[in-house]
């Protein structure tokens, strides 16, 4: 197993455009989430899916952000309309739905809006 | 107030220096405890899951335990490759996803 990947790993925009990232979790894993980083925080919890159901989203995710997991394996994530607030590391992560839940992350995703 | 709050917010320590990384939380009834190591510009990489109190795990120089109240992530004998930043997460048993609120980290430098 190759682990969670993550494309494109860097991705610069201009004001405006809309992006799209994908992600892959590790084959087994049911679970996929979305989380945002920005420089001396934590990941922040954006959304996640179990198999192709989207079952949470943060109540902080704004209207221009949209995830999906068609048939439960890969992820997009599309921001709509970007504005510089977005730029930011956007991380994926998988992880069992049994047992002890912990999270495997990618190498994220690095967005800068110009 | 933060469910999650890790500290110092940076440590730098010489090689062979020992010392310990603090994560103090305020949920009830903790589901989990995870310690990640985060490079820069990279994602966070797995390194322990604590359940309860007492409990402690070992990974080459690092070592967890946990309280009721926090963590402590000992690292014994540090390396300049054990710089990275130390990422701590929580369970919160009133999210029924069991999806980790995380704490901002703590930025170690080990100087040769």
């Known amino acids: 197993d190759t682990g969670v990947s993550q494309d494109p790993r860097h991705k610069i925009t201009k004001r405006g455009q809309n992006v799209t990232f994908r992600c892959d979790p590790i084959?087994?894993?049911?679970?996929l989430y979305w989380y945002r980083q920005t420089l001396g925080q934590g990941p922040e919890f954006l959304t996640y899916?179990?198999?192709?159901?989207?079952?949470?989203k943060s109540r902080l995710l704004s209207d221009r952000f949209s995830a999906e997991r068609p048939k439960g394996s890969f992820s997009t994530l599309e921001i709509q309309r970007t504005e510089q607030g977005d730029s930011a590391m956007y991380l994926c992560?998988?992880?069992?739905?049994?047992?002890?839940?912990?999270?495997?992350f990618g190498p994220g995703t690095r967005l800068t809006v110009t | 107030e933060d469910q999650v709050t890790q500290s110092p917010e940076a440590l730098r320590l010489q090689e062979g220096e020992s010392s310990s990384l603090n994560c103090s939380y305020t949920?009830?009834?903790?589901?989990?405890l995870f310690w990640y190591r985060q490079d820069p510009g990279k994602g966070p990489e797995f390194l322990f899951t604590l359940y309860s109190a007492g409990e402690e795990k070992e990974k080459e120089r690092l070592k967890a335990t946990l309280t009721k109240k926090e963590s402590f992530l000992h690292i014994t004998a540090p390396k300049p490759e054990d710089s990275a930043t130390y990422l701590c997460?929580?369970?919160?048993?009133?999210?029924?996803?069991?999806?980790?609120?995380f704490g901002r980290g703590t930025s170690l430098i080990v100087h040769p």
């Open positions: 992560a998988s992880s069992s739905s049994v047992g002890t839940y912990e999270q495997y």
């Open positions: 949920v009830s009834g903790l589901r989990g």
């Open positions: 899916f179990q198999n192709e159901a989207q079952l949470e």
């Open positions: 084959s087994e894993h049911n679970r």
């Open positions: 997460a929580v369970q919160d048993p009133s999210r029924g996803s069991y999806i980790p609120t």
